[in-house]
């Protein structure tokens, strides 16, 4: 399997039923990386240079969160908005990330059928993803498809188990 580096952004994992169960299954592979955001930076201070290092040893990245607000939570877009800098991750000298791939891991508490036009939240997770979609593109990352969890306060403790058996598949067989 690549060397696959897990950014794990949930503000609150002591609440947590997916995401805790996520980042315990990814936790027993060997390479497998898990990077919990909010446990490293609880000050939202973002050691820029640490991050790019991590970075550039891994061959896949994941970003893992649960959908708050039809995107990620707050730390997530920080962390971009600080380690993919210009000259680094864009821009005609910013090609450190070129060539790696890239995927998302989201779970969320609305239904799959809502995910859809005509649905309780109108837009698909293929649309409402797109600002993720465009970040790999400029970054020269091959967007990889979205392993999505939907409706997480319904599921059981086996099929909250087992979400988390497929998504390392997925993170494996991608
Ligand atoms: C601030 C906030 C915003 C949320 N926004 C959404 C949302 O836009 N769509 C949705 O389906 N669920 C939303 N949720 C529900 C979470 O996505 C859901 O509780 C989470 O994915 C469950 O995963 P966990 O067990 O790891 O916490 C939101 C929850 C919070 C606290």
Do not use: C
Request: net charge neutral; no cysteine.
């Amino acid at each position: 399997m690549k060397k696959t580096l897990v950014i794990l952004a949930h503000p609150n994992l002591n609440t947590s039923r997916m995401n805790k169960a996520w980042k315990d299954r990814l936790l027993q592979e060997d390479t497998v990386t898990v990077h919990d955001l909010y446990t490293k930076y609880p000050d939202g201070q973002i050691d820029v240079a640490f991050e790019q290092r991590l970075l550039l040893k891994h061959e896949r990245v994941v970003f893992q969160f649960p959908l708050y607000w039809y995107s990620s939570p707050s730390l997530l877009k920080e962390w971009q908005d600080a380690v993919l800098s210009y000259g680094w991750a864009y821009g005609s000298e910013g090609t450190k990330l070129h060539g790696k791939e890239f995927m998302l891991a989201i779970s969320t508490g609305g239904p799959e059928v809502a995910y859809q036009a005509g649905g309780f939240n109108l837009f698909s997770m293929s649309e409402l993803t797109k600002p993720f979609q465009a970040m790999a593109n400029l970054t020269g990352m091959r967007f990889l498809p979205t392993f999505t969890t939907y409706g997480v306060r319904t599921l059981t403790d086996d099929e909250v188990n087992k979400s988390a058996e497929d998504l390392l598949q997925h993170i494996k067989n991608a």
